[in-house]
């Protein structure tokens, strides 16, 4: 069956593959309300058949031909209407990581939403990790990559080149990038401001300076949104002698996210989000709440390093944070199909 671009005129192909606010992969329809269904015809009455789909096709193009460019845009914004009205002055904590930070077209997409969502009156704070760019310093400089149980081992030598990356590379390179896409953002670290104070993990002996968030003041990061700036955190923070450490950058979201008071916590990840069937990418899990995702951990269902991000959700759920999400950051413009949808992008816990 031919693709829907190919039953139009060049003009209205060209409208329905390069208008769309989200993914111009994704028409509006789809996006805003149930996608239309192609039932194929009986082949017996070929002539028929071929009438009907000449008419059809006609019809499509006198349709989309007649809505212009303008008039597309202002259809997309008036069904944004109501999710902006829900979300708008409300504090979203966004977790960066995975393919979305090694695709620089999925970048690109990350940092047009936050900034689309920053415009329409969301306080968005971005807080990343940098595990790929870690492991490719360290490969550079000759320092063996450790990990046990999933943790980078992180020993006096490591833990300056985590800082030296996460602090300056990967935090002021999304700085930039936010900036230019024409909004304002403010880098910062758990140290600035005192927002992040860091105590060692309990298995420290076995992985050197990982820790844990011991408590958060998010002084500074109301300060920042109140003024309209975008916060990007990264997950290093010191404990009270100021050894600086590393941390889970998943964990240092849903903490701030709890301090915090946000309306949603997102995490971005590599897989669709929780599936009911592992072995399934087509078993998405849309909506669960705390007692239905802890069943499925205790039944085993939900394992490897989905379990620890679902920990977290939780978490920030039981100190107040209204919905958490775990989503497929290997969509572009997942982030707007999350908040400005009803399907979302992936999985969403609720209290």
């Known amino acids: 069956m031919p693709a829907v671009e190919s039953l139009l005129s060049p003009s209205a192909s060209k409208l329905f593959t390069s208008k769309s606010l989200l993914n111009p992969s994704i028409s509006s329809s789809s996006i805003f309300s149930p996608a239309p269904r192609f039932r194929r015809l009986p082949s017996s009455s070929s002539s028929s058949s071929l009438s009907i789909r000449c008419s059809a096709t006609q019809q499509m193009e006198a349709v989309v031909d007649s809505v212009t460019p303008g008039q597309f845009r202002v259809d997309v914004l008036s069904e944004s209407l109501p999710f902006i009205q829900k979300?708008?002055?409300?504090?979203?904590?966004?977790?960066?990581?995975?393919?979305?930070?090694?695709?620089?077209?999925?970048?690109?997409?990350?940092?047009?939403?936050?900034?689309?969502?920053?415009?329409?009156?969301?306080?968005?704070?971005?807080?990343?990790?940098?595990?790929?760019?870690?492991?490719?310093?360290?490969?550079?400089?000759?320092?063996?990559?450790?990990?046990?149980?999933?943790?980078?081992?992180?020993?006096?030598?490591?833990?300056?080149?985590?800082?030296?990356?996460?602090?300056?590379?990967?935090?002021?390179?999304?700085?930039?990038?936010?900036?230019?896409?024409?909004?304002?953002?403010?880098?910062?670290?758990?140290?600035?401001?005192?927002?992040?104070?860091?105590?060692?993990?309990?298995?420290?002996?076995?992985?050197?300076?990982?820790?844990?968030?011991?408590?958060?003041?998010?002084?500074?990061?109301?300060?920042?949104?109140?003024?309209?700036?975008?916060?990007?955190?990264?997950?290093?923070?010191?404990?009270?002698?100021?050894?600086?450490?590393?941390?889970?950058?998943?964990?240092?979201?849903?903490?701030?996210?709890?301090?915090?008071?946000?309306?949603?916590?997102?995490?971005?990840?590599?897989?669709?989000?929780?599936?009911?069937?592992r072995d399934d990418p087509k078993s998405l899990v849309k909506q669960i709440d705390i007692k239905g995702v802890k069943k499925m951990m205790d039944e085993g269902r939900i394992g490897g390093g989905m379990i620890p991000?679902?920990?977290?959700?939780?978490?920030?759920?039981?100190?107040?944070?209204?919905?958490a999400s775990i989503i497929d950051g290997r969509l572009e413009h997942s982030l707007l199909l999350e908040i400005m949808t009803d399907n979302g992008a992936g999985t969403m816990i609720i209290g």
Request: a neutral charge; charged letters at 20%; aromatic letters at 2%.
């Open 87 to 277: 979300f708008r002055g409300k504090t979203i904590v966004v977790k960066y990581g995975g393919a979305a930070m090694k695709s620089r077209s999925l970048q690109a997409s990350v940092v047009n939403d936050l900034v689309l969502l920053s415009c329409v009156g969301l306080r968005p704070i971005l807080v990343h990790g940098g595990g790929p760019e870690i492991n490719n310093w360290l490969k550079r400089l000759n320092i063996e990559v450790v990990f046990r149980d999933g943790l980078r081992v992180t020993d006096a030598e490591t833990m300056k080149i985590v800082s030296m990356v996460l602090v300056g590379d990967v935090n002021k390179n999304l700085v930039s990038l936010i900036n230019k896409a024409g909004a304002s953002a403010a880098g910062l670290c758990g140290v600035d401001g005192r927002l992040l104070m860091a105590r060692p993990a309990p298995n420290a002996a076995q992985l050197g300076f990982v820790g844990e968030v011991a408590r958060v003041d998010p002084t500074v990061l109301q300060a920042l949104l109140d003024k309209g700036h975008i916060p990007v955190v990264s997950s290093v923070a010191a404990d009270e002698s100021g050894q600086m450490y590393n941390i889970n950058a998943d964990t240092v979201a849903g903490e701030l996210a709890a301090a915090l008071g946000a309306e949603k916590l997102i995490l971005l990840t590599d897989v669709a989000g929780i599936l009911e069937d």
């Open 309 to 323: 991000k679902v920990n977290c959700c939780v978490r920030s759920l039981a100190q107040g944070v209204r919905t």
